[in-house]
């Protein structure tokens, strides 16, 4: 397990000098979209990076205990034997960093994980708070986050309450986050931003800082709830957040976007701006996640092409 983000003092005079130049992060985030990515052999590598990095998540109402047993065996073996030979790997080599599950998913998952063996190489995930929209009173929430960590969940992502970043309730955000986090105890804190209903990029900016200094140990873009979830603008300006609290605090934070990731390309564009907008310390799965429940396949697909120079049907390498 990876250290612990110990937060400090809420900065409040910090918060009030943040303003976000929104034009700015609109031309760099096209300039980092409008890039010829990179090809080949080389990109056959940045994509398994990818797939050790995703949080492989199914979060529908329909979720069945079969399942969450087929989540834990695809993340287990997200790409299969013949093509890992082929690239030159092992079998077996590679695992997703984790599987993401509502809470009452989360016995299931440590039961699977444990039978495969596997418990100690891949995560479980629980989101918790009242996800998705965290309209819940606060005991609730904290319970979920007790409830999940006992079953099993070494990673909890929770959600804030987006009317307290409206409001400007910056007091209220960083306590109510900073209870969840001790709610953790030796679970990671993923602080669900929802950054499609805050508002405004300087509100996204400043939310970010709040998580941060309360103890988050990644802070995470969206559900895959709302209309708008991770933008490549978002991320940047998520980024930049991340890397000013480990200027000033000395924390390297991690960083997850999540909702409406589903291409190879897509994965290719994201670790681009990550490994330029803070560096190759966070091109890993201990400081970043791709939340996707889609990406998997469209990444099998590009690797299967990349090696038989033939593309493979939407159902060949279906989630089952
Ligand atoms: O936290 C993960 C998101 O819910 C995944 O969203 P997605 O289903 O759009 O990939």
Not at 209 to 214: E, G, I, K, S
Not at 264 to 278: F, G, V
Request: aromatic fraction near 8%.
């Amino acid at each position: 397990m990876a250290s612990s983000n110990p937060g400090c003092e809420l900065d409040l005079g910090w918060l009030n000098s943040v303003h976000v130049n929104t034009a700015a992060v609109y031309r760099r985030a096209a300039n980092i979209q409008s890039r010829k990515t990179v090809k080949g052999v080389h990109q056959a590598a940045w994509l398994l990076r990818a797939v050790t990095c995703i949080d492989l998540t199914t979060l529908g109402g329909d979720d069945t205990d079969s399942n969450v047993m087929r989540l834990c065996a695809k993340a287990a073996r997200p790409i299969s034997n013949d093509m890992l030979n082929a690239l030159g790997f092992e079998p077996g080599s590679i695992q997703t960093g984790a599987i993401c599950v509502y809470p009452s998913k989360v016995p299931v998952a440590y039961a699977t994980l444990k039978k495969m063996g596997m418990e100690e190489k891949i995560n479980i995930a629980s989101v918790a708070t009242g996800f998705p929209s965290g309209q819940y009173p606060l005991e609730t929430r904290l319970a979920e986050i007790r409830w999940a960590v006992e079953k099993g969940a070494t990673e909890i992502d929770i959600v804030i309450d987006r009317s307290l970043v409206i409001n400007k309730l910056w007091v209220d955000l960083y306590q109510e986050i900073q209870k969840m986090k001790e709610a953790c105890g030796p679970a990671h804190l993923k602080s669900i931003l929802a950054v499609g209903e805050l508002g405004s990029f300087d509100n996204v900016y400043k939310a970010s800082l709040v998580a941060m200094m309360a103890g988050s140990d990644f802070i995470k873009t969206s559900t895959g709830k709302e209309t708008v979830n991770a933008t490549i603008p978002v991320g940047i300006v998520m980024c930049r957040a991340i890397k000013e609290y480990c200027t000033k605090v000395g924390y390297q934070v991690g960083f997850k976007p999540a909702g409406g990731i589903r291409t190879a390309q897509d994965s290719l564009t994201w670790l681009i701006m990550i490994k330029e907008e803070l560096g190759n310390e966070w091109l890993n799965n201990k400081m970043f996640r791709f939340g996707a429940s889609g990406l998997l396949g469209d990444i099998e697909r590009q690797l299967h092409h990349h090696l038989t120079g033939r593309y493979s049907s939407a159902t060949q390498f279906a989630m089952g």
